[in-house]
Each structure stands twice: as C-alpha cells, then as structure tokens.
C-alpha cells in the first residue's frame, strides 16, 4: 500500500474510532508497528491527529475522546504521575479530587495512605477510594455523565461549602500560553470551584496535553502550586512556571 493511501486509510479509521491502536492499524493496513509508528510521527507533526503512546486519536477541540480510548491513553505515564502526587500529599490531608482519567490513577496511588477526606464529583473515584475504612468519601450531587463525572450548578454549589488542603486537578489541553482547556463547561466550573477552594492546587497533565486544543478555559497553569507531568514541556510554559514560582516535577 502506497504511503499517501495508508495515510488517508489512517485518518480514516481515526476519525471512525476517535482512538485505534499501533497494532490494530498496523493489521488494517497490512504493514509493521515500526511503518504505523513512522506514519503517525509525520501525521502528527502535520498536526493531523493526535500520537499517543500505543495508538492515535483525533486532534479535535470540540469534543473529548471516548472514556473507553482514554483510559488506555498514556496509562503508563500517568501511573508514574498518580503515584508522584500520593507521595506529595501527606496522610490526614483534605483533598478535593476532579473528573478525569488520570485523577482516577491517582485514586489508587492514594490508597496506601491513612485518614484522607476526599472530596470529589468523580465517581469512579468515589468507587476506588470508598472501600477504605479510614477514609471519608463525599461525592458531589448533581447530573451524572456517562464517564462518571457529576456536574452542574448543584455541584459547584457543593464543592464551595468546603476549604481543603489539596485539590487535585486533570485537565484535557494546556495552551502555549498556558491556559488551561476543557470540552464541557459544566465540568470547567466545578474544577474553578475546587481551583478556588483549594490551599495547594496539584495538576496532572501527561506531556500530550500540552499544545491540545479545547474550546472551555479553566483558568492558567500559573494557578497551579505544583505541576505533575512525564515529560518536560515546551519552553514557554516551563519559563512562565519558573517566574511564578510553580514547582515542576518530571515523573
């Protein structure tokens, strides 16, 4: 198959699926992982998709990929992120913990800790934390979404009553001027409200999130306390963590 063919079968399959992996494309288009894994490099930098670790997804700012796709997405930097954070925040701590795939594995690093409150409209993170005796899981009210996440004005409502001493963010883009991007506005203002509520913001964002495009801003990275990711990001956003004194970690 001639490479200009298997690039348009490429994006094709991408756009039916949202998120296909190296080796299902791989056996579609009848060539081996390393040519799939050279294809999606130059469709990438085309900026024609979106190259993730094990496959490729649409490179679209009007709607998230499918939460079966996300959860496979950069699963293994995002344990090693998940597991950065736990060690970041000490037992007995509050925390409030968004929606998101990542915030998820960060769920499960926590569960070696003793005495947390957790906070969160996630309940998928609700499920993973609630079995643990010392724990004291709240989940915010409101419309339940088919990921998990629970939003609207009765859980921004809810998540104002409370001051905590962490509030652990997931983000779907970072801006090259750093704003922080999401697809769902009722989920963008529930995140303002834990931003706010929270003394120490942590944000997890793997490397591919930054430079991704969506249309709802959240707020900037400089809101941040501490940064979480698996590879350095561009310059400028590394410049403007530096002067205002946001804590990088590489995990």
Do not use: W
Not at 9 to 29: M, T
Not at 43 to 69: I, P
Not at 92 to 103: A, D, E, P, Q, V
Not at 208 to 213: A, D, I, M
Request: aromatic content about 4%.
């Amino acid at each position: 198959m001639a490479k200009q063919t298997r690039h348009d079968l490429i994006l094709k399959l991408v756009a039916e699926h949202g998120y296909i992996s190296n080796e299902d494309l791989a056996s579609r288009c009848q060539v081996t992982p390393q040519t799939i894994r050279r294809d999606l490099n130059e469709l990438s930098d085309n900026q024609k998709l979106s190259r993730h670790h094990g496959g490729a997804a649409t490179n679209t700012s009007v709607a998230n990929a499918a939460y079966s796709d996300r959860r496979v997405m950069q699963h293994e930097q995002k344990q090693r992120i998940a597991v950065a954070i736990a060690e970041t925040v000490p037992n007995f701590s509050s925390l409030f913990i968004n929606i998101g795939t990542t915030t998820e594995e960060i769920a499960k690093a926590l569960l070696n800790h003793t005495g947390l409150q957790i906070i969160t409209n996630n309940l998928n993170v609700a499920n993973i934390l609630s079995n643990k005796e010392d724990f004291d899981v709240l989940i915010a009210g409101g419309t339940v979404r088919k990921d998990g996440g629970v939003v609207g004005q009765g859980t921004e409502d809810f998540i104002n009553q409370f001051k905590v001493d962490y509030g652990i963010l997931g983000i779907s883009g970072i801006d090259e001027d750093g704003a922080l991007l999401d697809y769902d506005y009722r989920e963008v203002r529930v995140s303002q409200a834990i931003l706010k509520n929270s003394r120490q913001v942590l944000l997890a964002a793997d490397h591919t999130k930054f430079g991704r495009n969506a249309t709802i801003r959240l707020g900037n990275i400089i809101d941040a306390s501490q940064v979480f990711t698996d590879q350095s990001p561009p310059l400028p956003i590394k410049q403007q963590l530096k002067e205002n004194k946001v804590t990088l970690h590489i995990c």
